[in-house]
């Protein structure tokens, strides 16, 4: 049996450093994104790879941002009057997803950490001040989420879309309207984002709340004396039997 030196076994142990070393680098720089993820890959201030599910060495001064390429869903909530000066408020949801990422990595913020918002319209209820409802304030946002920026946004965008249409519509309009609503605001939320790269999948009203107590009392009213008129005629007609 061949003994080996201690040459041979320090060339067998510094073959075997190498592989590990070799094995570590390339899980360290071999980056790899899932299907359901955008990557763009920079290098010295070029785009190196950029797409879906991508895989690429990404070198020590490489940097690369993944995001999300799946459905989102975010909530809105707005406040505003109809033509008839009645309160009105509409609160729902909206569902988009990045429909073309070359666009969107160009047109969006992906890395920014906060937003300057207005306060939410629950606050802003309570509030009589002029300067108070229309304080800014900064938003903090999560630094692991690149599209909480533009969640925010397109919060924003839905809400002001939402109270043009209250402002050009009836009270009777908006409750009794709503798909019509949904397609305008679709229509518009989609010509402004679709340069963006960004696809508006659906919109849905949650609630729309007539904000006058009173008012509503009314509408319930109405409807209320509609039944007992159907059903005193409809009685009427039986005992005639």
């Given at each position: 049996?061949?003994?080996m030196?201690?040459?041979?076994?320090?060339?067998f142990?510094?073959a075997?450093?190498?592989?590990?070393?070799?094995?570590?680098?390339?899980?360290?720089?071999?980056?790899?994104?899932?299907?359901?993820e955008?990557?763009?890959?920079?290098?010295?201030?070029?785009?190196?790879?950029?797409?879906?599910g991508?895989?690429?060495?990404?070198?020590?001064?490489?940097t690369?941002l993944?995001?999300?390429?799946?459905?989102?869903?975010?909530n809105?909530?707005?406040?505003?009057?109809?033509?008839?000066?009645?309160?009105?408020?509409?609160?729902?949801?909206?569902?988009?997803?990045i429909?073309d990422?070359?666009?969107a990595y160009?047109?969006?913020?992906f890395k920014?950490?906060?937003?300057r918002?207005?306060?939410?319209?629950?606050?802003?209820?309570?509030?009589?001040d002029?300067?108070e409802?229309?304080?800014?304030?900064?938003?903090?946002?999560?630094?692991?989420?690149?599209?909480?920026?533009?969640?925010?946004?397109?919060?924003?965008?839905?809400?002001?879309?939402?109270?043009?249409?209250?402002?050009?519509?009836?009270?009777?309009?908006?409750?009794?309207?709503?798909?019509?609503?949904r397609?305008?605001?679709?229509?518009q939320?989609?010509?402004?984002?679709?340069?963006?790269?960004?696809?508006?999948?659906?919109?849905e009203?949650?609630?729309?709340?007539?904000?006058?107590?009173?008012?509503?009392?009314?509408?319930?009213?109405?409807?209320r004396?509609?039944?007992?008129?159907?059903?005193?005629?409809?009685?009427?007609?039986?005992?005639?039997?």
């Amino acid at each position: 049996m061949e003994i080996m030196t201690p040459f041979v076994v320090s060339i067998f142990a510094a073959a075997a450093a190498m592989v590990g070393f070799a094995g570590l680098a390339f899980k360290r720089f071999y980056i790899t994104v899932d299907p359901d993820e955008f990557v763009v890959h920079y290098r010295n201030g070029k785009v190196m790879h950029i797409g879906r599910g991508r895989s690429f060495f990404c070198l020590p001064f490489d940097t690369y941002l993944k995001v999300p390429g799946t459905m989102r869903d975010i909530n809105f909530c707005a406040d505003q009057i109809t033509i008839e000066t009645q309160g009105v408020r509409v609160q729902g949801f909206l569902a988009y997803k990045i429909e073309d990422f070359d666009r969107a990595y160009q047109a969006l913020d992906f890395k920014s950490h906060s937003v300057r918002v207005l306060p939410p319209c629950e606050e802003n209820a309570k509030k009589t001040d002029y300067n108070e409802k229309n304080a800014v304030r900064v938003l903090a946002l999560d630094a692991r989420d690149p599209l909480a920026k533009t969640d925010v946004i397109l919060r924003q965008l839905a809400e002001s879309v939402v109270r043009h249409e209250v402002s050009n519509k009836t009270l009777h309009q908006m409750i009794t309207e709503r798909e019509k609503v949904r397609e305008s605001m679709k229509k518009q939320l989609t010509e402004t984002v679709e340069s963006w790269g960004i696809s508006i999948d659906t919109i849905e009203f949650t609630e729309v709340w007539v904000r006058s107590k009173e008012v509503f009392e009314n509408l319930q009213a109405g409807y209320r004396n509609q039944l007992k008129y159907e059903a005193e005629t409809s009685t009427h007609e039986t005992a005639q039997l």
